[in-house]
């Protein structure tokens, strides 16, 4: 138990604490306003990065449309003569030379073959011919086709132009838009499609191959969805294309080693809240710690008052316990002693007519050994039920119920009441066995008085046990709503006062919510009353 001087000691850390706090809080909302204007510098920053993005993107596409166009117009295209495999390679190369921006040119025979082919790569130009070919089925030949394909190192820009011309067939020309690199390290970013999956990131990212791979799955979810806008202060989405979208992510990491004025800020704050914390807390502790010193007090007083009424219950049900179990011993002895009593007037009668043979007497002499060791082992069975217990152990609910059935048999077979047991799971609890007992044996008990006291005229219990929870219920027709609250209070009984003490129920209930962590509750069903064990 602590005391006042603890509560001293309390009371100068909490001031301590609180003046720290105070400080350590002005030094956060002097972060907070960095970091607020931090983040508005991103927000207007990544915008005119991501319009940029797009307007280069943008370009990009039409610029492959416009050279398409040009090609298809072409005079040699058009002309009515057949013109050399020689040079379409010419034109194809001068297209190449002159934007680098062009990746490949391709012509292409009305049966989708190809005819001739000029390629970029690295600071040259490859031209070709027969080596592969286009799929043309179902192609509209009014039609030209703008595709884009997204790869790991940026977007493949195709496009192809149907020729009604002479040489009719088809061209296509390739382009690949790189995915830019960033301009500053202040945000980094992602390219992904429409499912999420991740193309491209500025920052090393071996691992997450789906946006969901890197946030949660709202977050990750709005981010899909979105086509342009920030989704939080530090998350900005840019729809370039139907499939494509960019995801600029601002830098903490940079931002946090480039805030060195705050950082300093912070440290020098830090160290003047212990300067000033240690003092305060030492002067505003002094006005409460008589308080807490006379609190202590009577703390202490209430304490030990509870203490000493605890045992005293404590006492009452073990005294309440020993008179039921007197009961009950004299209800299972009630029979074996009747039966004694006839075997010695039996007994009686053979001498006085003469007819005490040794037979006779042997029979005798068994039959009430018998009783005997049956009266011998009532009481051994009552010892071991009601032995404290000096440690926890295992048991079974199925086995607890069985032996404290076994205890009642006098009382529910004089009161002709028939008990139904019904076992779904048996799951070992763990323990003090004689104390779980004591409330199983004190709930049935109850049962039994009130039906014999409303005189039910089918008298029924019905025990179910499924794992740790055990249900008793019995046929009385339930607990009145004007006592229902009252049940479980310290010397509250219905019965007569020399029938009950009022402690059975409260002492239960602070067996097992005390000593084994579980519940004891009561309910009214249309039955009866029915008192639930969970544990």
């Not at 790569?121 to 011919?129: A, F, G, H, M, T």
């Not at 382009?175 to 999420?196: A, C, E, H, Q, R």
């Not at 939080?232 to 139907?242: C, R, W």
């Not at 002094?286 to 030990?304: G, N, S, T």
Request: proline share 1%; with cysteine.
């Amino acid at each position: 138990m602590r005391d006042s001087r603890d509560f001293k000691f309390d009371l100068i850390f909490a001031f301590v604490i609180v003046s720290f706090l105070i400080i350590v809080s002005v030094t956060y909302m002097a972060l907070y306003i960095f970091s607020d204007l931090t983040t508005k510098e991103f927000k207007d920053k990544i915008t005119i990065v991501a319009n940029s993005t797009y307007r280069m993107y943008k370009h990009k596409e039409k610029n492959i449309e416009n050279t398409i166009n040009a090609l298809s117009q072409n005079d040699i295209f058009n002309s009515s003569f057949s013109v050399s495999d020689v040079a379409i390679k010419s034109l194809f190369k001068a297209m190449l030379f002159s934007d680098s921006s062009l990746k490949e040119i391709n012509f292409y025979n009305i049966y989708g073959k190809l005819k001739v082919g000029c390629k970029r790569l690295d600071d040259n130009i490859y031209c070709y011919e027969n080596h592969k070919s286009l799929k043309v089925d179902n192609f509209n030949l009014d039609t030209v086709l703008i595709k884009e394909i997204l790869g790991k190192n940026g977007i493949n820009f195709i496009g192809i132009s149907p020729l009604k011309t002479k040489n009719k067939g088809f061209l296509e020309v390739k382009s690949l838009f790189t995915f830019p690199k960033k301009f500053s390290t202040f945000y980094d970013f992602l390219v992904i499609d429409n499912k999420g999956n991740i193309y491209y990131s500025s920052f090393d990212n071996k691992y997450a191959k789906n946006i969901y791979d890197l946030y949660n799955y709202l977050l990750a979810n709005k981010i899909i969805k979105t086509n342009t806008g920030f989704i939080t202060d530090d998350i900005y989405v840019k729809k370039i294309s139907n499939n494509i979208k960019f995801i600029y992510i601002q830098n903490k990491n940079v931002i946090s080693k480039t805030d060195s004025a705050s950082q300093k800020m912070a440290f020098i704050l830090f160290i003047f809240a212990i300067f000033i914390a240690i003092p305060l807390g030492i002067f505003f502790s002094k006005p409460l710690y008589k308080f807490y010193e006379e609190l202590d007090k009577r703390v202490k007083e209430e304490i030990e008052k509870r203490r000493q009424k605890e045992e005293m219950l404590a006492h009452q049900s073990k005294l309440a316990a020993l008179g039921e179990m007197l009961g009950n011993i004299a209800h299972q002895w009630r029979h074996p002693l009747t039966r004694l009593s006839l075997l010695i007037q039996n007994l009686e009668m053979a001498y006085k007519m003469n007819k005490l043979d040794e037979d006779r007497f042997n029979k005798f002499k068994d039959n009430a050994l018998t009783q005997i060791n049956y009266m011998s082992e009532t009481i051994d069975d009552f010892i071991n039920f009601f032995k404290k217990d000096t440690k926890k152990v295992e048991f079974s609910p199925k086995e607890i119920v069985s032996n404290a059935l076994k205890l009642l048999e006098g009382r529910i077979s004089q009161n002709n009441v028939k008990v139904e047991i019904e076992v779904t799971k048996d799951e070992k609890i763990y323990g003090y066995k004689t104390e779980f007992s004591q409330v199983v044996l004190n709930i049935i008990n109850n049962a039994i008085d009130v039906l014999k006291e409303r005189n039910i005229e089918n008298k029924k219990i019905f025990i179910r046990i499924n794992g740790k929870k055990i249900e008793i219920e019995d046929n009385a027709g339930g607990i009145p709503q004007n006592i229902k609250d009252k049940i479980f209070e310290p010397y509250f009984t219905t019965k007569f006062q020399s029938q009950g003490t009022g402690i059975g129920l409260y002492m239960s209930r602070v067996i097992i919510t005390q000593h084994f962590n579980g519940k004891l509750y009561a309910y009214n069903s249309k039955n009866g009353a029915v008192f639930v064990i969970e544990v």
